[in-house]
């Protein structure tokens, strides 16, 4: 229920991130003016001893947020892929969010495994290990199976998890309804899409059905990929709480002196993983969106593992094409095709000047070119590329955003294994290629088979179909703007005035 209750949550929310340390950064990082840092600290201050300590050995942000358990460690890492919210520096920050709980008991998962998929995990495996990895929605055991002697990993959710979260987002909504109605500047930031959005993002990661299948169809886009695996799903033992894959047998990508030690070459890593997130995106459209050192290891015979798909990002076909032209653009420095292509793609509005943007664009990619080879960033030029298109009134596309963040994280992940990487020529013959296929003459034949082919299936409704258009457009009248219902609330108690206020300052600032 999103009701006065949540208030209590939202206290003892607030006096931890005072208590941590965590409500000065939050502010810094959101350049926030003097009178509301007056206003946070003076209404966190009393209810101080009423939040969690946290670990101190943490930053401060992510102490107070690991303090305040598995939700608020989610809301982090979602805020974290959206720097249009919560600016840029503050995503840096949750970006690193320590993703680790004390982990259930191996009873607990058993239960749920008895629960969930009515087997007993005993007949089912022959060894059932403890907890591996603990997050902050589940955890992996690693056994194996009775019938086949195959070693898998076994995901197992929360006891409870389900009921926590749903606490824990509706005192969110309840928050983002108070900064709504006592905050009308920071209506801006939408405050209750963003809580929408990670309700649709933590809701697909409470049904491990979903995972599973996002698993099996990058398992089956990427089954011909050179150098790359992705672990099978073991269908019959997974369910809405149960995930069951192929175990990944390897090195951690981010552990060096193994890889060393392995005789793996890093070079020929850090230029496939780059490559093979690029290929994904480019060539699929469905990407792995959280591709970490901590999410892939390396196979003893060289092969790049992924695992952990809760996070996956999709990209329609026609904005792939704009995608990589955008890149192929800026590859040969030709500013005016990067911003006519802006304009076509209507990201920015058709009564600006394309030359003008294009010298925007050009005072984007000139400083980066001329940077050495080992600094060049492909995700530092998104970032500039999204502050100069957001200048010339682009809105903001949630999964750019998503490519942008995990753009950043793969390079990230290339540079700690060959810091001297060229970013641009390992990603140019991905891109070169990409655009043989999808703008050259090829991808004109393919569009007419398509557009043809679309045709031929709705062929003998056509002429209704255009019919009933024609006349809708015709009959259409434009309806009066509809008044807006405003939610009006009276505080009888200055406690629970105080409380409101102190909830509406944590969620702005976030």
Do not use: C
Not at 381 to 392: C, D, G, I, Q, S
Request: glycine share 8%; net charge neutral.
């Amino acid at each position: 229920m999103r009701g006065p209750h949540n208030i209590w949550r939202l206290i003892r929310t607030g006096a931890t991130f005072e208590r941590t340390g965590a409500m000065r950064a939050v502010l810094d990082a959101m350049e926030a003016p003097r009178p509301l840092r007056v206003a946070a600290h003076v209404l966190g201050w009393p209810f101080t001893w009423l939040g969690y300590a946290g670990d101190p050995a943490m930053p401060p942000i992510t102490r107070a947020i690991t303090a305040l358990g598995p939700a608020y460690i989610k809301f982090g890492q979602v805020l974290s892929t959206r720097p249009d919210v919560v600016g840029q520096d503050l995503a840096d920050q949750l970006r690193v969010l320590q993703d680790r709980l004390p982990p259930f008991s191996v009873e607990e998962a058993k239960a749920t495994i008895r629960e969930e998929l009515g087997v007993e995990p005993d007949a089912v495996f022959d060894e059932f290990g403890p907890p591996v990895a603990a997050a902050s929605i589940a955890q992996v055991h690693r056994a194996r199976l009775s019938t086949t002697g195959e070693w898998v990993a076994v995901k197992v959710l929360r006891p409870g998890i389900e009921r926590a979260f749903r606490r824990d987002i509706d005192a969110f909504y309840f928050a983002a309804r108070l900064v709504e109605l006592l905050s009308p500047a920071s209506r801006r930031l939408r405050p209750m899409d963003v809580i929408g959005h990670f309700e649709g993002v933590v809701l697909g990661e409470l049904d491990l059905r979903l995972e599973s299948a996002s698993a099996s169809e990058f398992a089956a886009n990427t089954k011909e990929d050179p150098g790359f695996r992705v672990p099978r799903i073991v269908w019959p033992y997974s369910g809405r709480r149960v995930m069951t894959l192929g175990w990944a047998e390897g090195v951690a990508l981010g552990d060096n002196a193994a890889l060393d030690a392995a005789g793996h070459d890093r070079r020929a890593l850090s230029e496939r993983v780059l490559q093979l997130f690029l290929r994904h995106a480019l060539r699929d459209g469905f990407f792995h969106g959280d591709m970490h050192q901590g999410n892939l290891k390396v196979a003893p015979n060289g092969d790049i593992i992924a695992y952990d798909f809760g996070i996956m990002g999709y990209i329609d076909p026609y904005t792939r094409r704009v995608y990589a032209e955008i890149l192929y653009g800026f590859i040969r420095r030709d500013y005016l095709r990067v911003a006519e292509v802006h304009f076509e793609a209507g990201y920015v509005p058709a009564d600006r000047d394309v030359h003008q943007f294009a010298r925007a664009l050009r005072s984007v990619g000139e400083p980066i070119f001329g940077m050495d080879a080992t600094r060049i960033s492909m995700g530092r030029l998104l970032a500039y590329l999204f502050e100069v298109t957001e200048k010339f009134g682009m809105e903001t596309r949630t999964e750019l955003i998503l490519l942008q963040r995990t753009m950043v994280v793969v390079e990230g992940v290339s540079r700690s294994l060959n810091p001297h990487m060229n970013i641009w020529e390992v990603a140019r013959p991905v891109v070169e290629d990409y655009i043989k296929e999808s703008i050259g003459p090829r991808a004109v034949v393919n569009d007419l088979v398509e557009a043809a082919r679309v045709l031929s299936r709705f062929g003998p409704r056509l002429p209704a179909l255009i019919e009933n258009a024609l006349i809708r457009q015709a009959d259409a009248r434009e309806e009066p703007p509809k008044p807006s219902k405003v939610w009006h609330a009276i505080w009888g108690a200055a406690g629970v005035a105080g409380g409101a206020g102190l909830a509406l300052l944590f969620v702005a600032s976030l």
